[in-house]
């Protein structure tokens, strides 16, 4: 029993293991740091530090250098989701600071160690604080024209984004297209193929002040939506059912009653789909509403009534669904976003990537859906051909877009190389502009990733 513990639990409190691994893992950095990578898992090229930091964690499970890597991949991956293009600024300013270790022989030079990287990072921040003023729209421009990305989607980026409405969202992916296109939506929109457009003949089905009703489960039969079809009749409004699934005889009925115009009634099935899962309780946050729930009780034609609710417009175009309506609690649905938004954040992506991807892929859908203000950008081939982390540096202007507005730029070009900590920063940024938030949460996160490690004298870890 005493040798199976011996092979499960590592002390890393063991001075020289801290030391050794820490030195270890800067030398990593240190290469990955402006070299391109391909990530084993997702079999593409990165020079994204902290993702390229994360698929070369070759260590064994449980090692003093893995539970050390995880701390800082961890940190800087949180950095990242507060404020973009922190996450890589954080590792490199770790990396600076873990040189320093190796002289920690004792508790007493440790502590003199943190005191004066403190220090560092204060006087740091104090300096750049001189540096730090509005954005204007010189700096949109000089930020775009450094992006190494093609002239032409230059020029087309500088134009559409001072278009744009103030608060607007921006979602970019590659296209299989060769021209980049720009899609601006107004309303909340989800990508789902409707069956009923096709059966109907028709391309589109858009109507104003549309009745909604949400039910997040099976249609079984016609009997529990009959009184709904009678309403429908009886008052000639149109009418949008959303479920799970329907049954085909419950189909058949709307689309017969639909035919001899003696409804307006749309039916919609979003299936039982991961992507889709959360999609009723989005929707009771964005337009304040209630669905029911057969898993919970609710009987279908009891509940309609008191849970039908009304939106200015609903667009259907057969393989997307557009909701509209003006008056909405923006600063409920803002902090909503933000708690979708940490369910990736929290995710510990270094321990299992693959279902990161998935995570991943559901949160950026459900934040694009609840976005009312939303540009699609889709990066067309000739602009990956150009340069193929087109995608990466377009995506990264858009996140950094809100920091800019509320903290405001710092200007690099100007600063003196005084410190090591101004020198890296300030080799870090090529375009020499970056927002105060970035580099103010980079200096926060990477002294908090030093302080943890350096103070570390007994850390337990029991492997699965």
């Not at 240190?30 to 990578?37: A, E, G, K, V, Y």
């Not at 020079?47 to 930091?53: F, M, W």
């Not at 964690?57 to 990242?80: D, G």
């Not at 789909?273 to 057969?294: A, Q, T």
């Amino acid at each position: 029993m005493e040798r199976f513990l011996e092979d499960m639990i590592y002390d890393i409190g063991n001075r020289e293991d801290i030391v050794k691994s820490c030195i270890e893992i800067s030398e990593i950095i240190s290469r990955l740091d402006n070299n391109i990578c391909i990530n084993n898992i997702t079999n593409s090229r990165s020079n994204n530090i902290v993702q390229n930091l994360i698929y070369a964690n070759h260590f064994e499970k449980s090692s003093p250098e893995s539970e050390i890597l995880k701390i800082i991949t961890r940190s800087c991956i949180s950095a990242e989701s507060t404020s973009s293009g922190s996450g890589d600024l954080s590792a490199l300013l770790v990396n600076y600071f873990l040189k320093k270790i190796k002289k920690s022989s004792c508790r007493r030079s440790r502590i003199k160690i943190l005191e004066k990287t403190r220090e560092e990072v204060i006087n740091a921040s104090k300096y750049f604080s001189k540096y730090t003023r509005k954005l204007s729209k010189k700096d949109i421009s000089s930020i775009i024209d450094n992006l190494s990305i093609s002239p032409s989607l230059s020029t087309q980026l500088k134009e559409e984004i001072l278009n744009c409405y103030i608060g607007s969202s921006f979602d970019v992916s590659i296209s299989k297209k060769l021209e980049t296109s720009f899609f601006k939506n107004n309303g909340n929109r989800i990508y789902h193929e409707t069956e009923q457009l096709q059966n109907m003949g028709q391309n589109s089905w858009n109507r104003d002040y549309v009745n909604i009703i949400l039910i997040d489960g099976t249609i079984d039969s016609v009997s529990q939506i009959h009184h709904l079809l009678e309403k429908a009749s009886e008052e000639k409004e149109p009418y949008l059912v959303i479920c799970r699934r329907a049954c085909e005889e419950a189909k058949r009925t709307i689309l017969l009653n639909n035919a001899r115009r003696t409804i307006d009634l749309f039916i919609v099935e979003i299936d039982f789909k991961v992507e889709l899962h959360h999609f009723f309780e989005d929707m009771c946050v964005l337009f304040d509403c209630d669905y029911i729930n057969p898993s919970m009780g609710d009987t279908i034609s009891s509940k309609i009534e008191k849970v039908v609710f009304s939106l200015d417009r609903v667009e259907i175009d057969g393989k997307s669904i557009n909701f509209k309506k003006e008056d909405k609690n923006e600063k409920f649905i803002s902090k909503y976003v933000k708690d979708v938004q940490e369910i990736k954040t929290k995710f510990d992506q270094a321990k299992d990537p693959e279902s990161f991807t998935i995570v991943s892929s559901v949160v950026d859908s459900r934040i694009k859906f609840l976005s009312s203000r939303l540009v699609i950008v889709k990066i067309g081939q000739d602009d990956i051909r150009f340069n193929p982390d087109t995608s990466s540096h377009v995506g990264k202007l858009f996140r950094s877009f809100p920091d800019m507005g509320l903290t405001g730029i710092i200007d690099l070009s100007e600063t003196i190389h005084d410190s090591d900590i101004v020198k890296i920063v300030s080799n870090s940024q090529k375009n020499k502009l970056m927002t105060q938030r970035q580099l103010f949460q980079s200096l926060i996160s990477s002294f908090k990733i030093f302080e943890t490690i350096i103070k570390s004298e007994k850390i337990f870890t029991l492997s699965s």
